[in-house]
């Protein structure tokens, strides 16, 4: 089977319905055809200010959520990133056949460090996309499902690649990204043209998947719409509404001109009444089986070991041809 890699932040305590929609929905389907490894991508959660003992907790509560969404940990490959060190030990081997102007280049990184200012900002958050590449190149992946966002780090990745493998002799596979359609991207729901987001400023419009069901459906509820009244798809002047139909439509497997004769005739409220019930629907399950899975850490913390193993299998064979490629002495 060609080989998958994709992980998400464990940046807060709950993922939100853009990371369950735009991620762990094709994630689910993907690890049917691919040989699949999910991290939990801790060590980049790092790159920010963090609250240690939080940290865990929150590793702990996206993993429960990956498995709750469906990704089978006897199946895929499903650790957290910080359990396998060669992830760190190839990104300092990357880092040193990285040019500085090319990772200065990172428009993410552009974007955050001038919202932090030049002394908030880590150097780790700089060397950012060089352990993104050691993630993904470490499993000689074949393909990266990511947002449009991370686009760039793929690029980088398959040049650093590139560029190692023509300097040292073939070592890595050059993967291809997976971007998502436009259409799985999901926006909030009180600021419809800004992406939802894990840290958004207010929760108000992030529908998170642990929340209570009662009140995700307050917050469909009040989402903002417009003041035509109709139920129709139009991204540039009705982002609110279509974003709501973008949801019905991922969660139900409907198609939106389908979902928009429903409502033809009936107003907002009616739609958004059907959409509470959707999303309820949807979440009730995943977030009782993630509320079990936390009950029992132990458990939960031995999967992840187990899987760490695997991972750590195919990981150290690379690392140790990387080791041997650059001409480090083996240790005997
Ligand atoms: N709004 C979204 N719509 C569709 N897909 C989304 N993803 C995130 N938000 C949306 C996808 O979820 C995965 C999570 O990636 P991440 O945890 O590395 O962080 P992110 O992309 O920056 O997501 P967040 O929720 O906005 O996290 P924070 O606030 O921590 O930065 C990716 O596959 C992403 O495309």
Redesign the pocket.
């Known amino acids: 089977k060609p080989r998958l890699y ?7 305590d709950s ?10 929905m094709q994630w689910r389907d993907l690890q049917q055809s691919y040989d699949a490894f999910f991290s939990v ?1 801790d060590l ?2 790092i790159t920010v200010a963090q609250d240690p003992e939080h940290l865990r907790e929150k590793t702990r509560r ?1 993993a429960a959520q990956y498995i709750a969404a469906g990704i089978e940990p006897s199946k895929s490959t499903l650790y957290v990133q910080s359990h396998v060190p060669a992830h760190a030990e190839l990104a300092w081997i990357l880092s040193t056949v990285t040019g500085f102007g090319e990772a200065g280049r990172m428009t993410q990184f552009k974007d955050k460090s001038s919202r932090y200012g030049s002394d908030a900002t880590s150097v780790g958050l700089f060397t950012y996309p060089v352990l993104m590449a050691a993630d993904i190149l470490l499993y000689q992946t074949d393909i990266v ?6 686009k760039q780090h793929v690029e980088l990745t398959r040049d650093l690649a590139e560029r190692f493998n023509s300097r040292f002799g073939q070592t890595f596979r050059v993967p291809m990204p997976v971007i ?1 359609q436009e259409t ?5 729901l009180q600021n419809p043209t800004a ?6 400023e207010s929760d108000a419009g992030v529908l998170w998947l642990l929340d209570e069901p009662s009140k995700s459906a307050k917050k469909v509820m009040r989402a903002v719409t417009d003041s035509e009244g109709s139920v129709r798809y139009d991204r540039e002047n009705k982002p609110g509404v279509s974003n709501l139909l973008v949801i019905y439509a991922a969660l139900t497997g409907r198609q939106i001109p389908a979902i928009e004769d429903e409502y033809a005739g009936r107003g907002y409220g009616d739609f958004k009444k059907g959409l509470a019930e959707v999303v309820v629907e949807e979440f009730g399950p995943v977030r009782e089986r993630a509320l079990e899975l936390l009950a029992d850490p132990a458990e939960l913390d031995r999967v992840l070991a187990a899987n760490a193993a695997k991972a750590e299998e195919v990981a150290g064979r690379t690392l140790a041809d990387v080791y041997d490629k650059v001409g480090l002495l083996r240790r005997v």
């Open positions: 994709s992980g998400m932040q464990p940046s807060a993922l939100q319905i853009g990371n369950y929609i735009g991620a762990l991508v980049h959660a996206t499902p990511v947002g449009d966002d991370q998502q799985a991207r999901i926006y909030d992406k939802m987001s894990k840290s958004a």
